[in-house]
């Protein structure tokens, strides 16, 4: 499976993005995928994660009624919808997937998208 992650770019705050992860090769076998997020200097952040048919969706408690993550079956894709963002919002984030809900377990990642959000 590949990963592909779009959508990044510069905002201010407020205002938008959808990042979107395009999943190619065998994309059937994905069971669960995450967004994550990262900055230099920091630790990788959780920031949510779904089952791929979409029984369950959870979220960091920083972005919980901002952020929503859907997929679409059958464009093999993951979004992420961003609201209302913040500064603290900026990162890279990073999409991943793999055969369980669990960091350990995602053993497909995406090559990251850039998220700027200014005052």
């Known amino acids: 499976v590949q990963l592909q992650a779009s959508g990044g770019g510069t905002v201010e705050a407020g205002g938008s993005l959808r990042l979107s992860c395009v999943a190619s090769g065998r994309a059937g076998s994905i069971t669960a995928a995450a967004w994550f997020r990262q900055v230099p200097g920091q630790a990788r952040q959780f920031v949510s994660a779904m089952y791929w048919r979409g029984e369950a969706t959870y979220y960091a408690n920083s972005v919980k009624g901002r952020f929503t993550c859907s997929t679409d079956t059958a464009k093999n894709t993951m979004y992420l919808q961003m609201n209302s963002l913040r500064p603290e919002d900026t990162g890279v984030y990073y999409c991943?997937?793999?055969?369980?809900?669990?960091?350990?377990?995602?053993?497909?990642w995406g090559q990251g998208t850039q998220v700027t959000v200014s005052d």
């Open positions: 991943a997937a793999g055969s369980a809900m669990s960091v350990d377990l995602y053993g497909f």
